[in-house]
C-alpha cells in the first residue's frame, strides 16, 4: 500500500501553470525592464511527515515562498520581470538524503515531481509569457537542481531564442566535463568568464577550515564570481561588490561592499571566503561546521547582479533586442 502511494505521488499530473495561482511571482505588467528571471527557490519547507512541499493546500507554504523570492529577486535582479513557478520540492530531510545519495542525486526519483513542475513551468513561460525577451534561468540548491533537470529536458533553450545563462549556485559535486555532457545537446557548457553566454554559473562556498564534503569534492566545478574565473587565482575584498548581511542585534540587512575575499581551492571545488568573524556566519546546520550553503547568493547579491546585467546587455548587442 505504502508503495502504491510513493508511486502515484510520483506519477501524479504536472501542475497547470495556466493557472495564476500557481506562480510565486509572475510579473507579466512590470514595466521598465528589458529582460526576465525564471526563478525557482531553494528548499523551503519541512515536513517529517510529507514528502513534497504542499503547494496547494498550505497558505504557509505560499507566504513563505513568496516573500523569500521576492527578498532575493529583488536585489539579484530588479530591473527583470520575475516568472517563479510553485513547485513539489522535496522536503528538507529527503533533499539532504537526496544529495548523499550514493548513486548521486540525478538519479533520485524523488526529484521527479519538482523537475516536471519546472519543465512544464518553464515551457508554459517560454510559449505564453517570453514573448522574444532574454531570460536568466536562476535556482540555488534544490531550486538549481530542478532547473539542471529541466535543461537536459527541453531542447527549446537556445542562446539565439533568448537564453543569456542559467546561474545554477550550491549544486551539489559536479565537474565541468559532467556538466558538459550532460548538456551537450543543448550546447551549454559551464561558464569560464565574466561574460560567456548560454553556459552555467556555479559555486559551493566554504570557509578556510572546513574539510566537510557535502557538496563538492575536488573536481567539482566552480566559477569564482569576484573575477570569474574557473582557477585558483586570488581575489581580494576591494573586488567584492557587495553582500546582503542580516544583522540580528538591529534586525535588519544591509548590503556591505568589500565584505569578503574569495579563491577556488582546486582540491575540495569550493570557493573559499573569508568574511569578518567568518565563524559567526557558520550555522553548522545539515551541510555542516563551515559550509556557507545558505550564503552562497546573500554573499554575493551585487557580483551577481552586475554580471547579470553584463551578460544581458551583450546577449542584446549580439542578438539585436
Request: hydrophobic share 40%; net charge positive; with cysteine.
Amino acid at each position: 500500500m505504502l508503495a502504491a502511494v510513493c508511486a502515484s505521488a510520483l506519477t501524479a499530473t504536472a501542475t497547470d501553470y495556466g493557472d495564476p495561482a500557481n506562480w510565486v511571482c509572475r510579473e507579466t505588467d512590470k514595466t521598465g525592464t528589458s529582460f526576465d528571471i525564471f526563478y525557482i527557490y531553494p528548499t523551503l519547507y519541512y515536513n517529517p511527515l510529507r514528502r513534497h512541499m504542499a503547494i496547494r493546500t498550505d497558505p504557509h507554504v505560499r507566504e513563505r515562498l513568496f516573500n523569500y523570492t521576492t527578498e532575493q529577486t529583488d536585489v539579484i535582479a530588479p530591473r527583470a520581470r520575475v516568472f517563479a513557478p510553485m513547485v513539489r520540492q522535496l522536503d528538507y530531510t529527503r533533499i539532504t538524503l537526496t544529495i548523499c545519495s550514493k548513486h548521486g542525486w540525478r538519479n533520485v526519483r524523488a526529484l521527479r515531481p519538482g523537475v516536471d513542475d519546472t519543465t512544464a513551468a518553464f515551457r508554459y513561460y517560454l510559449k505564453h509569457l517570453n514573448n522574444g525577451r532574454p531570460y536568466i534561468l536562476f535556482g540555488h540548491s534544490q531550486g538549481a537542481m530542478d532547473l539542471y533537470l529541466m535543461m537536459q529536458k527541453v531542447p527549446e533553450i537556445s542562446v539565439r531564442r533568448g537564453f543569456v545563462a542559467a546561474y545554477l549556485i550550491g549544486l551539489p559535486y559536479l565537474t565541468a566535463n559532467e556538466i558538459a555532457a550532460d548538456l551537450a545537446p543543448r550546447g551549454i557548457p559551464p561558464a569560464t568568464r565574466q561574460d560567456d553566454l548560454g553556459v552555467i554559473i556555479g559555486w559551493n562556498t566554504q570557509l578556510p577550515e572546513t574539510d566537510n564534503f557535502l557538496f563538492n569534492a575536488r573536481g567539482t566545478y566552480c566559477i569564482n564570481p569576484l573575477n570569474w574565473r574557473t582557477d585558483s587565482t586570488f581575489a581580494g575584498r576591494e573586488k567584492h561588490r557587495g553582500a546582503l548581511v542580516y544583522d540580528r542585534l538591529a534586525r535588519r540587512a544591509s548590503i556591505i561592499k568589500n565584505f569578503t575575499s574569495a579563491q577556488i581551492d582546486t582540491s575540495r571545488g569550493a570557493l573559499i571566503v573569508r568574511p569578518p568573524m567568518g565563524k559567526r556566519y557558520d550555522t553548522k546546520g545539515f551541510a555542516g561546521s563551515g559550509i556557507l550553503h545558505i550564503d552562497d547568493i546573500w554573499f554575493f547579491v551585487i557580483d551577481i547582479r552586475d554580471n547579470i546585467e553584463l551578460r544581458v546587455n551583450k546577449w542584446r548587442k549580439k542578438y539585436g533586442r
